[in-house]
Each structure stands twice: as C-alpha cells, then as structure tokens.
C-alpha cells in the first residue's frame, strides 16, 4: 500500500492531491490480461512492443486527482442524496452504501497526452500499438484510482472509519448522464477534468465516482460477490471466488 | 497454391508486415506480406488467388483465436499485415475485377463515446475482405437507417460500453428490424451478451472481432 499523499485544500471547497507518477506504476500483468492474454503470457516479440508501448504511455501521463467529502444525506433503494443532490444510482450501488454516513467524490486522470497518442496510432494503421496504448492508458487510469482510493482509505482508517468500493456513473445501472450533477458538486475544471455535453469525461481517460464512508465499512474484493443481480451482464466476465 | 501465395500466407498468419517490421523475432530482416504482395502482382498473379490467399490466413489465425493460441494483439498483426496486402488489391477492387465480401455499416450507438473497440472490429473486418463502412461513435438510429439505404444489403455492426447505453441499442436494433427486418445485425461490447442480444432482436452477438468476422463470413457462405 502507498504512504499517505499530500493534500491541498481548495477554498472552493475539495482536496487536490499530489500524485506524483512514482505513487503509480503499470501493473504488467494487469495489462497483459487486460489486452486479453488472461493467464497465458504474449509470445516472443509481442512482449517487447508491450512493455515498450506502455513505458511510453506512462511517460505521457499527467496524474491529477482529488475529492470532496460529503455527509450522506439520504440512502434509499435506488440511490443515494449527497451535496442537495439526488442519485438514482440503482438498487446494486446503494445496497453497497448501506452504513455509510459520509461520500467521497473522486476524480483522477492520467491527462490528456495517452489517449492522443493511441488515436494517432491507429490513424496511422498501426491498430496493434494503437490497442496496447489505449489498454495501457486504462490501466493505468484505473491504477490512479486505485492510488486515490486507497490513500483515502488510509486516511480515514485513523480516524476509525472505513471505504467501500468505488462507484461510477456509467456502470451497474447508475446512468452515465448522472456525471453532470455529480460535477456539479465539485469546483469547475477539478483536477482539469471537464464534462462534454455527452457526460463524458474530457481527458476520456478519466474517472470519477463515489465512495461510501462510515464505521465498519470495508470493500469487497469484487463487487459482484456484494451484488444480488444474478442478471448482471458484468457478472460473466468477473470471477466470484 | 503458389510459393508465394504460401509466402503470402504465412506472413499473415504470422503478422510478419513488411521486412522492416520486428514483429515476430524469427522472421526479422525477412521479407513480409507487402513485399510478397507486391512481388506477385509484378508477377502476374491473379488478384483471386491473392485474395485467396489471405483469406486462407485470415482462417487460420481465426481458428488459433477460437483455440485461445493466439490473443487480440496478434489477431490485430495478421489484420494490419493483410490490410498491406488489401493496398496493393486496393486497384482491383476499384477496377471491378475481384469484389469485396459485401459491406459492413459499423458504430458505436448513441451516447456512447468509446471507439477503439470498434475500430478493431473495423480494421479486422476489412482485412477479411468486407468494406467496411465506419459511422463513427454517438451513431443516433437515423444514422444507422441512412446507411443501410445507401448500402443495400449490408449486415450492420453497432457497439457499445457502458451498460447505460444498451437501452440506446436496443432501441436502434429495433428501429432497425421495423423498417429493415433482413438487415442482419450483429451487437457488440463489454456489457454485451448473447442473452442480451437476443432478448434485443439483434442476429448476432460478437465478443471480438474474430467473431464478428465468423459471423458475416456465414452470410456469404
């Protein structure tokens, strides 16, 4: 686990957090399986375009992260009100905030220069690169994530209070257009991540959610062994055990 | 087949691009599947048998992927080496003398953004020998019915990643199916699932771009 980032507050209200690029490192084995090799290994060459691309998409990265913490306001079945503002986040998302008594509002990005490059890639017929680049850029988008969750987790652990996982519009039924409130609650521009009319994010290699905070919480290995919803379309593609 | 179509073959199975390419290791400083390409047509060769050629490749690759031998990174490098093969056909598809599989509309539907999925899928399918014409992303259903006019006979694509966004499919599978009901439509994405597809009306669902190809290669038999 990383040590404690340094914060900034912003009188505006949210917490910019340093994150310098040696807090995130590409989990390489995250991205072989990501790329689709799941426990076989790429085969000779194809290592070392790998390894390659990717290198030279973690140098493009630009981390940015931050949060603002919210009283949960109200927990209902099918969402969640923080900040004056009501989430119809769906009955998988609040089931998994039940007990919590505050939210974090997370967003981090690697910026905007990875995703530039895989779409020049692959503009220039180089779709296998192009692929390696943009898998690499998502994982370390997630990576960033990751960093951020847990340096709030460690944070929050001394003062005696939990995290459970983290939730994004988009997925488990929370509807991507919920972006807009959930931007609202935070200053404009936050970590230099804007919203496009669509909802999304802008750099794309972005992500926000929302965490649930409060005693006893904690996060599950994988969300889908919290989650009731047998029809869930993400529930094939993750192991349960 | 000729030395050299088996040239051409092997090269693409193997994703040998051209000889400046590195890709594989064993085939380094090698000639690839341009220079043989080239070198047949400077021969004589019929574009047929080139095609043949690569499509035989193209199988072959498939059915390691199908057999989990190979992944999407090398099912990619056989497609960007055929693709190098398609240029140098590119003339004589355009002269009317050897003609595509039929035509592919692909996009990613409505509020969706995500592209680099689909533009695997196109790249792949185009190296299979289908035209392949690319909406782009955010593709509202209109969109998708215009093509198809223009396109008679095409099987249509539509992607999507966010699972908030397959209501957006849905509702394009069915415009589709009302007004186009033999339009073959294959979804596909993350979120995707050959229940989900049915239960939406679609003809097909594909995991990846291999399957995608298995599926409108069926339509021509």
């Given at each position: 686990?990383?040590?404690?980032?340094?914060?900034?507050?912003?009188?505006?209200?949210?917490?910019?957090?340093?994150?310098?690029?040696?807090?995130?490192?590409?989990?390489?084995?995250?991205?072989?399986?990501?790329?689709?090799?799941?426990?076989?290994?790429?085969?000779?060459?194809?290592?070392?375009?790998?390894?390659?691309?990717?290198?030279?998409?973690?140098?493009?990265?630009?981390?940015?992260?931050?949060?603002?913490?919210?009283?949960?306001?109200?927990l209902?079945?099918?969402?969640?009100?923080?900040?004056?503002?009501?989430?119809?986040?769906?009955?998988?998302?609040?089931?998994?905030?039940?007990?919590?008594?505050?939210?974090?509002?997370?967003?981090?990005?690697?910026?905007?220069?990875?995703?530039?490059?895989?779409?020049?890639?692959?503009?220039?017929?180089e779709?296998?690169?192009?692929?390696?680049?943009?898998?690499?850029?998502?994982?370390?988008?997630?990576?960033?994530?990751?960093t951020?969750?847990?340096?709030?987790?460690?944070?929050?652990a001394?003062?005696?209070?939990?995290?459970?996982?983290?939730?994004?519009?988009?997925?488990?039924?929370?509807?991507?257009?919920?972006?807009h409130?959930?931007?609202?609650?935070?200053?404009?521009?936050?970590?230099?991540?804007?919203?496009?009319?669509s909802?999304?994010?802008?750099?794309?290699?972005?992500?926000?959610?929302?965490?649930?905070?409060?005693?006893?919480?904690?996060?599950?290995?994988?969300?889908?062994?919290?989650?009731?919803?047998?029809?869930?379309?993400?529930?094939?593609?993750?192991?349960?055990? | 087949?000729?030395?050299?179509?088996?040239?051409?073959?092997?090269?693409?199975e193997r994703?040998?691009?051209?000889?400046?390419?590195?890709?594989?290791p064993?085939?380094?400083?090698?000639?690839?599947?341009?220079?043989?390409?080239?070198?047949?047509?400077?021969?004589?060769?019929?574009?047929?048998?080139i095609?043949?050629?690569?499509?035989?490749?193209?199988?072959?690759?498939?059915?390691?992927?199908?057999?989990?031998?190979?992944?999407?990174?090398?099912?990619?490098?056989?497609?960007?080496?055929?693709?190098?093969?398609?240029?140098?056909?590119?003339?004589?598809?355009?002269?009317?003398?050897?003609?595509t599989?039929?035509?592919?509309?692909?996009?990613?539907?409505?509020?969706?953004?995500?592209?680099?999925?689909?533009?695997?899928v196109?790249?792949?399918?185009?190296?299979?020998?289908?035209?392949?014409?690319?909406?782009?992303?955010?593709?509202?259903?209109?969109?998708?019915?215009?093509?198809?006019?223009?396109?008679?006979?095409?099987?249509?694509?539509?992607?999507?990643?966010?699972?908030?966004?397959?209501?957006?499919?849905?509702?394009?599978?069915?415009?589709?199916?009302?007004?186009?009901?033999?339009?073959?439509?294959?979804?596909?994405?993350?979120?995707?699932?050959?229940?989900?597809?049915?239960?939406?009306?679609a003809d097909?669902?594909?995991?990846?771009?291999?399957?995608?190809?298995?599926?409108?290669?069926?339509?021509?038999?």
């Open positions: 686990m990383n040590p404690l980032l340094s914060e900034h507050l912003l009188t505006e209200g949210g917490v910019i957090l340093d994150l310098p690029s040696n807090v995130v490192s590409l989990d390489a084995v995250a991205l072989t399986r990501a790329l689709g090799y799941r426990d076989a290994s790429p085969p000779a060459g194809m290592s070392e375009l790998i390894s390659s691309t990717a290198e030279e998409i973690f140098n493009l990265c630009e981390f940015r992260a931050g949060y603002r913490l919210f009283e949960l306001e109200a209902e079945a099918d969402g969640i009100r923080i900040g004056g503002q009501y989430f119809r986040t769906g009955p998988i998302i609040s089931r998994q905030l039940e007990g919590a008594e505050q939210a974090a509002v997370m967003v981090c990005t690697i910026g905007a220069a990875p995703e530039a490059r895989s779409a020049q890639m692959i503009k220039e017929k779709p296998v690169l192009g692929f390696i680049a943009d898998t690499a850029a998502s994982v370390l988008a997630e990576q960033a994530a990751e951020v969750h847990q340096h709030l987790a460690l944070k929050l001394a003062e005696g209070l939990g995290v459970t996982n983290r939730f994004s519009p988009g997925y488990c039924g929370w509807d991507v257009q919920e972006q409130k959930l931007f609202r609650l935070l200053p404009e521009a936050f970590c230099c991540v804007r919203l496009q009319g909802a999304f994010m802008q750099p794309r290699k972005s992500i926000s959610a929302i965490i649930g905070i409060g005693k006893g919480l904690q996060r599950a290995d994988y969300a889908c062994a919290a989650c009731a919803d047998a029809q869930c379309t993400y529930r094939k593609k993750k192991p349960t055990s | 087949m000729s030395e050299l179509m088996d040239k051409i073959c092997l090269c693409i994703g040998k691009v051209d000889k400046k390419a590195p890709y594989p064993d085939m380094m400083n090698q000639d690839g599947a341009d220079e043989y390409a080239r070198e047949a047509i400077k021969a004589g060769e019929s574009p047929d048998n095609l043949a050629a690569c499509n035989t490749a193209m199988e072959r690759i498939g059915d390691k992927f199908s057999r989990n031998e190979v992944f999407v990174p090398e099912l990619l490098m056989a497609a960007r080496a055929m693709n190098g093969v398609m240029e140098h056909l590119k003339p004589f598809f355009q002269a009317g003398n050897i003609k599989k039929g035509t592919f509309v692909l996009g990613t539907v409505a509020g969706d953004l995500h592209d680099i999925g689909k533009n695997l196109s790249m792949v399918v185009e190296g299979n020998g289908w035209k392949v014409v690319d909406l782009g992303v955010d593709v509202k259903t209109d969109k998708f019915l215009k093509a198809i006019e223009e396109h008679p006979g095409c099987a249509v694509g539509l992607s999507a990643l966010l699972t908030t966004t397959m209501a957006n499919m849905a509702a394009t599978v069915k415009r589709i199916k009302e007004l186009h009901a033999d339009t073959v439509v294959i979804v596909g994405g993350a979120p995707l699932s050959h229940k989900a597809a049915k239960e939406m009306g097909g669902y594909a995991a990846n771009p291999q399957e995608t190809v298995r599926i409108l290669n069926s339509l021509v038999g």
